[in-house]
């Protein structure tokens, strides 16, 4: 909004948008550490899948690239473009009013739309006790938002083209090229469900070390992601959480190759949003 008309967002302030700045930057260098060590609603996601478990409810299970999975996650795309739409038409954070988080925090009472936060948080609760990681996965704009700034170079290349088309005398409007690139996000996520060089911290798997049919570093995994299968793991779910690396019996996997690196991408994302401030 600030770039194409000039104004700021509601009550948002240049910290905002400079820890917006930082977000896309640490995810198109270091991967999605927000979502495995900040985000509060990726926390309770996780939560309600250990609860599930507890009680021995059976999961409902929605295998990775299938129909139904490309279907659902074009959802955060799709949610992601009437954000970006809405917010920078009318200068307002159209999230605001369904954010599970923000209404929570607000008692319901912050800018809100009744109706479209009762409906978010039922979706949260009830999608994410069921399914694993289904608000994440399928429903979260900012996610998606995340996932396509794995593939930030083929977005500068969307946005080359707009300026070029732009001089050659043709007017498009700003949400083509937003909508171009949306697009292009969810098409690499289906088709392309992995980055190559970026982003630079990923995990690694020791051959030697990984004995056969163990499976526990994948039972640990947020999100299934079969980590025993490749010798790096660029999958655009993984969120860097080490949950895998912890889990790992024969201490096989590992960040970029480097034994205890790990530890350290908390404290990075933790100064990354301090930094920003």
Not at 25 to 33: E, H, Q, R, T, V
Not at 95 to 123: H, M, R
Not at 159 to 187: E, H, P, S, T
Request: aromatic share 12%; charged share 15%.
């Amino acid at each position: 909004a600030y770039l194409i008309t000039g104004s700021l967002a509601c009550d948002m302030s240049t910290v905002q948008i400079t820890l917006g700045i930082l977000l896309l930057i640490s995810a198109f260098l270091l991967g999605k550490l927000f979502c495995a060590y900040l985000c509060p609603l990726g926390f309770i996601t996780e939560k309600l899948g250990r609860l599930r478990d507890k009680f021995q409810i059976k999961e409902i299970v929605v295998n990775d690239g299938s129909v139904i999975d490309s279907i659902l996650r074009s959802i955060k795309y799709i949610i992601l473009f009437i954000v970006t739409y809405i917010s920078i038409s009318s200068s307002e954070l159209f999230c605001k009013q369904f954010d599970p988080y923000y209404a929570s925090v607000t008692g319901f009472k912050g800018e809100i739309n009744i109706w479209l936060a009762l409906s978010a948080i039922n979706i949260l609760l009830l999608g994410s006790f069921f399914a694993k990681m289904f608000w994440c996965k399928y429903i979260c704009p900012l996610g998606a938002f995340m996932n396509i700034s794995r593939f930030l170079l083929f977005g500068l290349g969307l946005i080359l083209a707009y300026w070029l088309i732009q001089i050659l005398g043709i007017n498009l409007a700003w949400y083509f090229l937003a909508g171009a690139i949306i697009l292009a996000g969810y098409l690499l996520e289906i088709f392309c469900n992995k980055g190559s060089l970026f982003p630079l911290l990923k995990i690694k798997r020791e051959k030697s070390l990984c004995p056969q049919g163990c499976e526990e570093c994948i039972k640990k995994c947020p999100y299934n992601i079969p980590l025993n299968q490749s010798e790096i793991t660029k999958h655009i779910d993984c969120t860097m959480c080490g949950d895998c690396i912890n889990a790992c019996p024969e201490k096989a996997l590992s960040v970029n190759g480097k034994k205890g690196l790990w530890i350290l991408i908390p404290i990075m994302t933790i100064l990354l949003a301090v930094t920003g401030v």
